[in-house]
């Protein structure tokens, strides 16, 4: 018999539940998350299995709901947060940096602040310029936050075990694309780490540093490529802080050129960083000008042509992969 | 404003030392005045400007070794308006006008520069090179200025200087016998002046860079015929009866007018094969080739051949080898040479098959005139001077056709030698 056909939605909530049934501190708290079901579907059924004390819907208050699960977390319960998007998170942005990043460090040790933040990001859905944007990069720029970017079904199946155990806050990224994305998941893994970069496709040519919504064009993007004869490599960053930097540079310094596929805005954003490090490291090892494939620099258009044309698309990154190796082509 | 660049003197330049300025800020500078002396492996040089104007500033001082095509100095053009303190390089021609010194022929099959920018793009000086391949050229010990870059603009990559080192490996093992061997040392006294001399060590690499990329990019093909020179030598006894011992001809200038007119009639073999293709020669301007003492060998040129007079030639000639000697050859004179000869003078061999200087598509040898049995235009035998005359030519630019007429037209001038 060959193992089930599940969506990322699937494993995000089967992640949720192996929390709840293995711990009864866990609890989930968000806008929609019971009766609704999540916005994205991921908690539906959970109310019934686990009752409201333990799948809790929230008034529509990121500050106050946040907030709260800091308390919790203080207190010793281990919640997890939905915040429907990230652009609403923004609304939660001075809990999230002014008390769960910054408590254990102002407590001298004191208080630990094991709270688990989910949040969708991203676009692709026609869901326009408040519901679309990729803002995980500036929760990146946070010391004392741990960001996670699953990608794979397995990634968001088993990270949320080891981000409830972690005693700072962990803030998970789901691409809303994502969610319906179907696979089988790998029955040999039943945990994954929360440190390191993972190289998802080897190559010899070019490094591919990307994570999230973007893997899958890259992946196919380096399908594309190996057509033509340059074999890439794809690096899953799936922690965006800290940065898995050994892994990155450990193959750019193998394929000497780098191209980081991110779905924010440039300017100052996660590829700006990763680009930074690998000019800081790996300068002399270089043999191509770092790249970018970023989102074009708008707010998100709502009309699906201009939608897609501001997203990295997989002809983008091939073509910026070309104009590296091949650019008489 | 124009901006007067290390000059490449030479396809196996890649830097160079500024030794002296010889003007300074505020300096009126004329064309092919020489400005500056720089430092290469080929000695100490006299570099000359290529532009009318005024020296606003010197970029560089003394003792500094940098690449070719960095700038060294900025010129105003006559009639400028004095410029801002720093501008940035100017895009490349299409403005030549606005070079001191153009790229030069001879530095460009293998430093081809890179596409131009997009018009609004400042240009950096020198070649693009990626850090990983200039490391990597450094371990190898290939000058960058030979490899030839196919990253993004142009740059030079990690690829490219290890294709460049496996070219120079695999001619390694049997290094070509280069025209050095050939040439004799000319009577003439070295005047060694310290500043001046060259680097025999040096100079050896940069013949051997040359002669193996010759030998690695030029299909060469070669052929010889036998010249007799009983009417060239008797016009020269003739001529030289009515001359005082140091104006007398020696028989190098009938050789070497008489292969600059032939290029005349033959101007396909007079130039260079760059980026490809061939780019004929701007005028005739035939390089020379010296032996130096200490085991080194240049070419310098002398610029038109074909429209200077036996005289001229005879002094433009003894002055050449007395400065390649000391050291003071001009940047125009190490870089313009449209074609080489080599000749063995009187104690060499009979003949020679030269190897080509590249760029440039042929190189023409003179072996030592030697009396031998000659069969004439009546059928008689007679002990005649002759000599063998020999051309090695690039195989992609010309075919033996060609090459059997530059050889057969030499022959018909130095058959007439009244007329050279």
Same mark, same amino acid.
């Given at each position: ?11 995000? +909530?089967?992640? #949720?539940? /192996? ?31 686990? &009752?409201?004390?333990? #799948? ?7 500050? /106050? ?32 940096? $002014?008390?769960? !990043? ?39 720029? #946070? *010391? ?31 691409? #809303? ?8 998941? =790998? ?45 890439? %490599? ?52 270089? =043999? ?14 709502? /009309? ?26 | ?8 003197? &030479? ?15 505020? =300096? ?77 022929? /001879? ?18 000086? &020198?070649?693009?090179? @990626? ?30 200087? %290890? ?18 061997? !050939?040439?004799?040392?000319?009577? %003439? ?15 050896? +690499? ?18 010889? @015929? ?43 073999? $007079? ?39 036996? *005289? ?65 235009? !009546? ?42």
């Amino acid at each position: 018999m060959s193992a089930p056909i599940v969506t990322y939605r699937e494993c995000c +909530k089967q992640g #949720i539940r /192996a929390a709840l049934l293995a711990d009864p501190r866990v609890f989930l708290m968000g806008e929609d998350v019971g009766r609704y079901g999540g916005c994205y579907a991921v908690s539906k059924g959970l109310l019934e299995e686990f &009752g409201p004390e333990r #799948i809790r819907d929230t008034p529509l208050s990121e500050s /106050a709901f946040v907030g709260a699960g800091i308390g919790a977390a203080i207190a010793g319960m281990r919640p997890i947060v939905e915040i429907m998007t990230v652009n609403f998170s923004l609304l939660a942005l001075d809990q999230i940096l $002014n008390n769960a !990043a910054t408590i254990p460090h102002m407590s001298g040790g004191q208080f630990a602040v094991p709270l688990v933040i989910r949040m969708a990001t991203g676009g692709g859905r026609q869901l326009a310029a408040q519901h679309s944007h990729s803002l995980e990069g500036w929760y990146a720029h #946070i *010391p004392g936050l741990k960001i996670l970017a699953p990608a794979t079904l397995e990634d968001a199946r088993y990270m949320l075990a080891p981000a409830l155990l972690d005693p700072n806050p962990v803030l998970i990224f789901e691409h #809303i694309m994502l969610y319906n994305m179907e696979g089988v998941l =790998d029955p040999a893994v039943t945990s994954v780490d929360i440190e390191k970069a993972a190289i998802r496709r080897p190559g010899r040519d070019v490094t591919l540093v990307t994570y999230g919504g973007s893997l899958f064009k890259t992946l196919e993007a380096a399908e594309d490529l190996a057509r033509e004869g340059v074999e890439a %490599e794809v690096v899953d960053l799936r922690v965006l802080r800290p940065l898995d930097q050994e892994t990155i540079l450990a193959s750019v310094r193998r394929t000497r050129r780098c191209v980081i596929v991110d779905e924010g805005w440039r300017s100052g954003s996660l590829s700006a960083e990763i680009g930074m490090r690998i000019g800081e490291e790996a300068f002399y090892e270089l =043999d191509a000008p770092l790249r970018r494939v970023c989102a074009v620099e708008v707010p998100m258009p709502y /009309a699906g042509h201009l939608e897609q044309a501001a997203l990295p698309s997989r002809e983008r990154i091939v073509a910026t992969v070309r104009a590296l190796l091949r650019p008489g082509s | 404003m124009g901006l007067f660049r290390m000059p490449s003197l &030479g396809a196996d330049m890649e830097a160079g030392t500024l030794v002296e300025w010889l003007v300074k800020p505020g =300096d009126k500078v004329k064309r092919g005045q020489v400005v500056a002396v720089v430092e290469t492996q080929k000695g100490a040089i006299e570099v000359e400007c290529f532009e009318e104007g005024t020296v606003e500033e010197l970029l560089l001082a003394p003792g500094q070794k940098v690449p070719v095509e960095t700038p060294m100095a900025r010129i105003r053009a006559a009639g400028e308006a004095p410029g801002p303190a720093a501008v940035p390089p100017p895009p490349p021609p299409p403005t030549p006008a606005a070079e001191c010194i153009e790229p030069r022929p /001879a530095a460009a099959p293998s430093a081809a520069p890179p596409p131009p920018p997009p018009p609004s793009a400042a240009r950096p000086a &020198g070649l693009k090179v @990626s850090p990983a391949a200039r490391r990597r050229a450094l371990e190898l010990g290939v000058p960058l200025d030979r490899v030839h870059g196919t990253g993004p603009d142009g740059a030079i990559t990690v690829a490219d200087v %290890e294709s460049a080192a496996r070219g120079a490996a695999a001619e390694a093992p049997s290094p070509p016998p280069t025209p050095a061997a !050939a040439v004799p040392p000319v009577a %003439e006294p070295s005047t060694p002046v310290a500043r001046r001399g060259f680097d025999p060590v040096e100079m050896r +690499k940069a013949i051997a860079a040359a002669m193996s990329r010759s030998k690695r990019e030029i299909p060469h093909y070669y052929l010889a @015929s036998t010249v007799a020179m009983h009417r060239a030598l008797a016009f020269l006894e003739a001529t030289n009866r009515e001359r005082p011992p140091p104006e007398r001809l020696l028989p190098a200038v009938l050789l070497l007018k008489a292969t600059a007119l032939a290029l005349r009639e033959v101007p396909q073999l $007079n130039g260079f094969w760059i980026d490809g293709g061939f780019r004929p020669g701007p005028g005739i301007h035939l390089g020379w080739a010296i032996a130096l003492r200490g085991g080194g060998l240049v070419a310098p040129a002398i610029h038109d051949v074909d429209k200077l007079a036996l *005289p001229k030639l005879m002094a433009a000639l003894r002055d050449l080898v007395g400065r390649a000697r000391s050291g003071g050859l001009k940047s125009s004179e190490l870089a313009d040479a449209t074609l080489t000869i080599t000749s063995l003078g009187e104690r060499g061999a009979e003949s020679v098959l030269p190897v080509i200087y590249p760029p440039q598509v042929a190189m023409v040898g003179f072996g030592a005139i030697v009396t031998r049995p000659w069969v004439d235009e !009546a059928g008689g035998l007679a002990a005649r001077p002759v000599v063998q005359v020999s051309l090695a030519a690039d195989h992609r630019a010309s075919d033996g056709h060609l090459g059997s007429r530059l050889l057969a037209a030499i022959d018909d001038h130095l058959q007439r030698p009244e007329t050279l």
